[in-house]
C-alpha cells in the first residue's frame, strides 16, 4: 500500500529557508507516470498547490511562490525534498505531501502524507 | 481569492441531500480541463473523493458524486450522514495562472 510521511523542522526563524522531506513507500519516482507534490494549509484557511514533480524530473511550480522553492527526488531513498526560502510568519501551515493518481490531468492527489506543521516565529 | 469559487458554508439535515458548487472560469473548468474533489475531516488530511469530475475512487460511498457543465461543477451528497461533516475543496487547473493546481476557498458543511 501506498504510504507518505512528511519530516522536517517544527519551528524555523523569518528569513531562513525550509526544508521538508516527503519519504514514501508503496511506489517508485522512477515509475512512468508517476508524480509527488506538496500542497499546504495555513491554520483555518484553504489548500495551497505548492510544487509537484514527475517521474522523468519535469518539475513545476506554483507561479506565486516559484521564485521561492526547489522540488528535488532521491529515487535510491524514495524521497522527495522541497525547500522554500525566505521564510515568514504567513508560511505558518500544515505542509502535506502527496501522491499524483496516476494518467490524471490535471493532477489530482490520491494519497496524502498526515502533514507536518511548521511554525515561522523568531 | 481563488480562480475557483465555493461558497463558504452549506448544510442540510441528516438524510437530506446537498450539492457544493465550485464556479470556475473558460480558462480552467470552460476549457475542458477536469475537477476533483476533497474531503476534509477536522483534523485530519484531505481524501480524494471525486477525480475527473465524476468518478469515485475505490472505497468512496456512491453516496457522493461529481459533475460538471459549462465554467461550473458540482459535488452532490445524497443521504447526508453526521460523518459527512467537513471541508470540501474542488480542485483544477489554473491556466490562467499558468498553475498545474488550484485548489477552490473550501466549503464548510455542517449536518444539522
Known amino acids: 500500500q501506498i504510504t507518505l510521511k512528511e519530516s522536517g523542522p517544527t519551528l524555523v526563524k523569518p528569513t531562513q529557508t525550509l526544508t521538508l522531506t516527503c519519504t514514501f513507500s508503496g511506489f517508485s519516482l522512477s515509475t512512468s507516470g508517476v508524480a509527488v507534490g506538496w500542497i499546504r494549509q495555513p491554520p483555518g484557511k484553504a489548500l495551497e498547490w505548492l510544487a509537484l514533480?514527475?517521474?522523468?524530473?519535469?518539475?513545476r511550480y506554483s507561479p506565486s511562490r516559484k521564485s521561492r522553492l526547489t522540488i528535488t527526488k532521491d529515487t535510491s531513498k524514495n524521497q522527495v525534498v522541497l525547500t522554500m526560502t525566505n521564510m515568514d510568519p504567513v508560511d505558518t501551515a500544515t505542509y502535506y505531501c502527496?501522491?499524483?493518481?496516476?494518467?490524471?490531468?490535471?493532477?489530482?492527489?490520491?494519497?496524502w502524507g498526515q502533514g507536518t506543521l511548521v511554525t515561522v516565529s523568531s | 481569492q481563488s480562480v475557483l469559487t465555493q461558497p463558504p458554508s452549506v448544510s442540510g439535515a441528516p438524510g437530506q441531500r446537498v450539492t457544493i458548487s465550485c464556479t470556475g472560469s473558460s480558462s480552467n473548468i470552460g476549457a475542458g480541463y477536469d475537477v476533483h474533489w476533497y474531503q476534509q475531516l477536522p483534523g485530519t488530511a484531505p481524501k480524494l473523493l471525486i477525480y475527473?469530475?465524476?468518478n469515485r475512487p475505490s472505497g468512496v460511498p456512491d453516496r457522493f458524486s461529481g459533475s460538471k457543465s459549462g465554467t461550473s461543477a458540482s459535488l452532490a451528497i445524497t443521504g447526508l450522514q453526521a460523518e459527512d461533516e467537513a471541508d470540501y475543496y474542488c480542485?483544477?487547473?489554473?491556466?490562467?495562472?499558468?498553475?498545474?493546481?488550484?485548489f477552490g476557498g473550501g466549503t464548510k458543511l455542517t449536518v444539522l
Open positions: 502527496a501522491h499524483r493518481l496516476s494518467g490524471s490531468l490535471p493532477p489530482s492527489f490520491d494519497y
Open positions: 475527473a469530475n465524476s
Open positions: 480542485q483544477s487547473y489554473g491556466s490562467s495562472l499558468s498553475a498545474d493546481v488550484v
Open positions: 514533480i514527475y517521474w522523468d524530473d519535469d518539475k
